[in-house]
Nanobody, 129 residues
């Protein structure tokens, strides 16, 4: 089973961009579909999007389309989340997750019977206005 460590969070100004990284160790990274999630203060964790094992396809939640891009580099065991035009409402803890099934990543925040095989510990992003 892989372990996941997110990095790249911090304090940024509204309108800026940020790239988060999630690096895996201890397992076969390319056998996992990967997802990014976030949890804002006082809110439920929400899906941002997910990427297939090969990186050939991505899925994004409707609420975040156009400003978020997920990519992965299997040679570096890393998945990325690029965020553009940051807004104060993007302030949240950002998590990556791994599961053999892309479907599980897509539904985990809405299906109480599902959980991911692996979660990262999260990285905090604070956007100032």
């Amino acid at each position: 089973q892989v372990q996941l460590v997110e990095s790249g969070g911090g304090l940024v100004q509204a309108g800026g961009s940020l790239r988060l990284s999630c690096t895996a160790s201890g397992g076969a990274f390319s056998t996992y579909a990967m997802g990014w999630f976030r949890q804002a203060p006082g809110k439920e964790r929400e899906l941002i999007g997910a990427i297939t094992k090969s990186g050939g396809s991505t899925y994004y939640a409707d609420s975040v389309k156009d400003r978020f891009t997920i990519s992965r580099d299997n040679a570096k065991n890393t998945v990325y989340l690029q965020i553009y035009s940051l807004k104060p409402e993007d302030t949240a803890v950002y998590y990556c997750g791994a599961d053999p099934l892309l479907h599980t990543l897509v539904v985990v925040t809405t299906d109480n019977d599902k959980d991911l095989e692996v979660w990262g510990q999260g990285t905090r992003v604070t956007v100032s206005s």
